[in-house]
Nanobody, 115 residues
Framework: QVQLVESGGGLVQPGGSLRLSCAAS????????MGWYRQAPGKQRELVAR???????NYADSVKGRFTISRDNAKDTVHLQMNTLKPEDTAIYFC?????????WGKGTLVTVSS
């Protein structure tokens, strides 16, 4: 059973930064892609950023230029560096792993951007 554990969420002021981490229970090379999604209150879950095994990345338009996704294959960990945070970035952030039409999810970590 795949386990994904997120960490790094918290309360930050607008304009601040946070770094989220997702630790996988097995090799992340086993997955076609790893990613981060978020869900704000009353809204649907949406893709934030994704990275493939080849290192190809894609981002939601709302976070381009502010967020960076990266992977550490040696530690089976994926990171999301979030800079210049805005109140509208407030959400629960979920780690995702995708392989052969199956999505695996972590339990999420809360990010709150507020003064």
């Amino acid at each position: 059973q795949v386990q994904l554990v997120e960490s790094g969420g918290g309360l930050v002021q607008p304009g601040g930064s946070l770094r989220l981490s997702c630790a996988a229970s097995g090799s992340i090379d086993n997955f076609n892609s790893m990613g981060w999604y978020r869900q704000a209150p009353g809204k649907q879950r949406e893709l934030v950023a994704r990275i493939t095994t080849r290192g190809t990345t894609n981002y939601a338009d709302s976070v381009k230029g502010r967020f960076t996704i990266s992977r550490d294959n040696a530690k089976d960990t994926v990171h999301l560096q979030m800079n210049t945070l805005k109140p509208e970035d407030t959400a629960i952030y979920f780690c995702n792993a995708y392989k052969l039409w199956v999505n695996y999810w972590g339990k999420g970590t809360l990010v709150t951007v507020s003064s």
